[in-house]
């Protein structure tokens, strides 16, 4: 039986999660700081809609935080809460390191940040 300071549900709801492909690239991203979603949309080359879906996902989740500034959203890691929600972070760090494709949007990232450019979604 797993055992953790976070109720069941959310722990399930995290592990649901990082299931997909497009959750776990944004995690990664949003690793080296707030970003906002136009810059995501960038650097992941997918539609805004999928982009916005799956960071509500990561939201409702706990995962993720988001704030709006005018028209856009830009949107952050959750602190940790419990022990566990810490513990898989580190984990998820250490797990990211070792993938070549979130090392190639990190990059893509840096260069494409047009909301840090003061250019932000339009």
Same mark, same amino acid.
């Given at each position: 039986? =797993?055992?953790?300071? !976070? #109720?069941?549900? %959310?722990?399930? &709801?995290?592990?649901?999660? @990082? ?7 944004? @995690?990664?991203?949003? +690793? ?5 979603? $136009?810059? =995501? ?5 997918? #539609?805004? #809609? %999928?982009?916005?879906?799956? &960071? ?6 706990? =995962? ?14 959750? #602190? !940790?809460?419990? /022990?566990?929600? %810490?513990? =898989? &972070?580190?984990?998820?760090? $250490? *797990?990211?390191?070792?993938? /070549?494709? &979130?090392? %190639?949007?990190?990059? +893509? ?7 840090? !450019?003061?250019? $932000? *979604?339009?």
């Amino acid at each position: 039986m =797993l055992r953790t300071s !976070a #109720p069941n549900e %959310k722990v399930d &709801l995290m592990f649901r999660a @990082l299931s997909d492909r497009t959750r776990l690239r944004l @995690l990664s991203l949003l +690793r080296g700081g707030e970003a906002c979603v $136009c810059d =995501l949309v960038a650097t992941l080359g997918v #539609p805004q #809609p %999928k982009v916005s879906r799956h &960071l509500a996902y990561l939201r409702r989740a706990g =995962l993720v935080t988001a704030r709006r500034d005018g028209f856009w959203m830009h949107y952050a890691l959750a #602190p !940790a809460t419990t /022990p566990f929600h %810490k513990s =898989l &972070l580190g984990c998820l760090g $250490c *797990c990211f390191a070792s993938v /070549p494709e &979130l090392a %190639k949007d990190a990059a +893509r990232l840096g260069r494409s940040a047009a909301c840090s !450019a003061g250019d $932000c *979604c339009g």
